[in-house]
């Protein structure tokens, strides 16, 4: 009979970061916060379109993370981080968490019209089919996308790392005021104005359609010879924004600063943005900017990095530590 001289009873050994190919740049900063370098992996596409993927060493027992953005390409890039997950666990791995820092399909979280899906929900099942154990995402756009998983989950926010730049920036505007995108964004954005300890003010925007054209009806609040803060979770064809930014300065706003967690920045949204009457636009890399986009908003544009917070909380999902605790929560 084998005799085990040493038996471990720690829960999960090593924390081991696996990547898509969604976001390079964004997980190879991850893995330098916490120190663990990225796994290798084979993804392969095969002339069919299929995916295959093989992974470089044994994960059995490991505390994983998978780290994958599913924006643009959307379908890949989801397809990539089910199989991956599916691959981890058939390979015995302890846990798996899949940190998704941009969720695809979270705009379809309700059924507002009849016979539509909740395409978030079946993201949220799909994950959960494949094998996640836990999952990571930030600014979800609603914030019921949590009750679709029925696995433990941190859902965590980029406006954090937002409100401390513009701390440093709102010392300099003239009567700054928050001013949210629409008024799904009311709390949130109530959340970032009593961050900065500025009054907020609101835009009643309307979807007629469902082909994603927004449109800014009026203003709800002051914003007349003030600098205008204008928040929303993410910019897509940024018809939403546009719309805004002229509606402000129809109302009489200074100078206005665009702030946003999620810069998909679809088809031409760069160039619509840059043609815009706006002094900076501040954003994260949840989404990566390709530099050809980026380059259309050279110098008014600001990507700050949430690389030291999704690592931090993996450390700390790795340890069993608080999370809260990072916010004062
Ligand atoms: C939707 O209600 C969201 O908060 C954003 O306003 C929306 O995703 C922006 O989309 P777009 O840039 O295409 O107007």
Not at 100 to 105: D, H, K, L, S
């Amino acid at each position: 009979m084998i005799q085990h001289s040493h038996r471990d009873l720690t829960l999960y050994r090593g924390i081991k970061l696996y990547a898509g190919t969604g976001s390079p740049d964004l997980a190879q900063k991850i893995a330098e916060y916490v120190k663990v370098p990225l796994c290798g992996r084979d993804i392969i596409q095969f002339p069919n379109e299929n995916l295959f993927v093989k992974l470089h060493s044994s994960a059995r027992g490991q505390d994983v993370y998978v780290i994958q953005n599913t924006s643009s390409p959307v379908h890949r890039n989801l397809m990539e981080l089910l199989i991956l997950i599916q691959t981890l666990k058939l390979d015995s791995a302890a846990r798996i968490t899949a940190v998704i820092p941009y969720m695809a399909y979270c705009r379809s979280d309700k059924k507002d019209q009849p016979r539509v899906p909740i395409t978030a929900r079946l993201v949220a099942d799909m994950l959960e089919v494949a094998g996640a154990d836990r999952y990571m995402i930030l600014d979800p756009h609603a914030g019921q996308v949590q009750g679709f998983f029925s696995i433990p989950g941190d859902v965590l926010t980029g406006f954090h790392l937002i409100s401390e730049h513009l701390r440093g920036l709102a010392k300099y505007m003239v009567d700054p005021v928050v001013v949210t995108v629409d008024l799904g964004f009311a709390k949130k954005g109530r959340n970032i104005a009593a961050d900065l300890n500025v009054p907020i003010a609101f835009i009643e925007k309307r979807r007629s359609s469902n082909d994603a054209k927004a449109q800014a009806l009026s203003v709800i609040g002051e914003v007349a010879n003030r600098d205008v803060i204008l928040v929303d979770d993410e910019i897509d064809t940024g018809g939403s924004i546009c719309q805004a930014v002229n509606l402000l300065k129809e109302n009489g706003a200074r100078d206005v600063y665009v702030i946003c967690v999620h810069p998909i920045f679809s088809a031409d949204a760069a160039a619509r943005l840059a043609a815009l009457p706006v002094k900076q636009f501040i954003t994260t890399d949840t989404v990566p900017l390709p530099p050809e986009k980026a380059s259309l908003l050279n110098g008014r544009l600001t990507v700050l990095s949430i690389a030291p917070l999704v690592g931090e909380v993996i450390l700390r999902a790795h340890e069993g530590r608080s999370v809260g605790e990072m916010f004062n929560e």
